[in-house]
């Protein structure tokens, strides 16, 4: 990533109407905002690399996902991505709960770019890691929360990209899942891969990765050893509660 | 083996880079298929009574409109009722694209937000819905149109080139509203009264040949006129259509596509920001 930068104008309704539009037209009232969400951003992640972002709410995390994804162009700088890459921003995104949990496993895979094929070969895989077992073949709108944390998760992580980008997903599900997911991540450790990993979660940043990113209004604070910019971004988080908290007296 | 490399920069106005655009969407087309056939599950499609309820729909509906206009309006005509059920079955093909069109991008939003794709997969995916749709009631017109002992004649090939024109001008439709909806949430709102201003402004209750001059010149403005007056000569009369409805139903067709899609690529980079 160089320079990376972006800026986006968005509604400032959340609804934004043709009603509203006409009703205000000629009295000047603005519509839109324009934010800042990446400013400047240089970051190279080798392979072999598990890359932790860290920020508070708003830092930039999941838009600087989204650009390294694809999914939204940045506007200023450029960036390079080498290998296939297998994006886990949120659980079961394409599935439909009207179908089974074998449909949205096809479903869900084509939706993350995967084939047919694809998912052909890592059907009996991702049926296994999900232990959904014969509820498989039941229409997903009967699953528990967690027994579709599972199966969305599996479809994820079972492929085997050259970069995995995961935000905030190993936040569902009961305790067992999570610790399973976690497993499965420091699995997919290799030094032919590299993943990159938003959490708010700063002990599982410190214990899967090798490299932590701090990120805060769109700019990079601090790149390095995950205890030492994890460290300073609790002392930043800290020094700001604390000047709140005086601002409150 | 060497690695793939994709590069994202920022873009200027207009549209993506086509070429690639059209192979990504390509290989998504799997994705399409399924995506529409779980939409249609959701509807029952795959079930016996989900298929009767969407033929019957409309057979009812051109039922009531047969007992008002022909019965009660004291003229009764076998082909008034093929033309009014023919016509209502097309009406339908425009009117579920346009439905299922205008929320494919705002209730794709978690597949927008979190997955890389050309978005305009999701409105072609609502146009393919909305197809399948139609199959079947074609099939169910054929039956009428037999017991009804209206003519078979070879002139009934031009519904191919017709329904052609329909599907690109369905597909269009779809598209474009697909996108004005990101921007204006109340079009979806709107809609049912678009679609009922067509359903009388068309000739679906009435026929074609039976309007004035006068009032038939300013149909010109109505997407659908030419293409719905071409449909019932060729299924129900079995006549050839004339050059002029070929003519005005292709270029809106064309227009209409041309346009949504022009707007749909040129904005679509900027859907993940808006929704």
Redesign the interface.
Known sequence: MKNLGLT????IDK?????A?LKTLGRGKKHTRT?RALNDVNIDVHYGTVLGIIGSNGAGKSSLM????????????????????S?L??L???F?P??TGR?NV??GG????M??EEIDKNFDAIAAFSELGDAIDTPMRTYSSGMFARLAFSVAAVVEP?ILIIDEALSTGDAKFKEKSLNRIKELRTSDRALILVSHALATIEDICNEVVWLDRGKLMARGKPAEVIAAYREFVDARKSASSDEDV | ME?????????RAGLPPMREYLRSLWA?R??IA??SR??L??QNFDSLFGQLWLVLNPLLLSGVYFLLIDVIGGKSDSSRFAHLTASLFLFYLIANSLSGGVKAITSGQ????????PRIMLPISAAVVALFRFLPTLVVFLGIHTLLSLPFSWQMFWAFPVALIAIVMSLGMAILISCINV?????SS?LPYLTRSLLYLSPILYEAANMSHRIKKFEVANPIFYLLDSWSRVMVHGQAPTAAGLLYSSLWALGIFIVGTYFFLSRE??F???L
């Open positions: 986006y104008t968005t509604s609804r934004p109407t043709l009603k539009r934010v989204r650009v390294i994804s694809g999914i939204v162009p940045p506007t200023q700088g450029r960036v390079e991505v080498y290998g296939s890459v994006t921003l949120a079961g995104v394409g439909n009207a179908m449909d096809y479903l084509l939706a993350a770019g084939s047919r050259d | 690695k793939p490399v994709v590069v994202y920069e920022p873009f998504r799997t994705f399924a995506f779980s939409e599950r959701e978690r597949l927008i937000l979190n997955t890389s794709f921007y204006f949430r109340d079009i709107m980079r900027d993940a920001v808006r």
